[in-house]
C-alpha cells in the first residue's frame, strides 16, 4: 500500500521542497512505496521553482529539486494525503485553521527528529541551508523508521 505524504511550510519554495526532495530519494532507496508532495500555507510563489540556494545546497548534497514547483495548500489535500507534515509551528497553526472535518491532521515535521527542536527555521529569512539540510535529512530518516 502506497503511503502518501505532503510536506507544508509558508511559501513551498525551501523547506517544504527540501523536505519533499529528500524524503523522495530517502524513502526510494529504502524501497518504501510512497507518494510525496509538498506546499505552501501560502499562495505568493505559486508556479515558481524552488529558491536557487535551497536548490544548490541540495544538489550538493545529492537531492534534485529542479523539477518542483510551489503551490498553495489545498482543503482537499487533507483527504487525499495520509501525513501531513509541517515545519514549524506557525504552519501547524495555519494547516489546522483549514482542516475540514475528518481531514487528515497535520504534524510537525520535526516529531520524527526531536533532537532539533520543533520548528524547522526559514532559510530564506535565516540562510541556514545546510542546518535546515541536517534537520530534513535526519527527520527524513525518522518519518521512514516510523512507516516501516
Do not use: K
Not at 12 to 24: D, H, K, L, Q, Y
Amino acid at each position: 500500500m502506497t503511503t502518501r505524504i505532503l510536506f507544508v511550510c509558508l511559501g513551498n519554495i525551501c523547506r517544504s521542497p527540501t523536505a519533499e526532495g529528500v524524503f523522495r530519494q530517502l524513502a526510494a532507496a529504502q524501497g518504501l512505496q510512497v507518494e510525496v508532495d509538498s506546499c505552501g500555507t501560502g499562495g505568493w510563489h505559486a508556479g515558481e521553482p524552488p529558491n536557487p540556494p535551497a536548490v544548490t545546497a541540495a544538489r550538493a548534497r545529492g537531492y534534485d529539486l529542479s523539477g518542483l514547483r510551489a503551490r498553495q495548500l489545498l482543503v482537499s489535500d487533507f483527504t487525499r494525503f495520509d501525513r501531513i507534515l509541517v515545519m514549524d509551528r506557525a504552519n501547524l497553526r495555519d494547516a489546522r485553521a483549514r482542516r475540514p472535518d475528518g481531514g487528515t491532521e497535520p504534524e510537525l515535521f520535526l516529531t520524527y527528529a526531536p533532537q532539533h527542536g520543533t520548528d524547522v527555521p526559514d532559510p530564506w529569512y535565516t540562510g541556514e541551508y545546510d542546518r535546515v539540510l541536517d534537520m530534513i535529512e535526519d527527520a527524513a530518516r525518522g518519518l521512514i523508521a516510523a512507516l516501516r
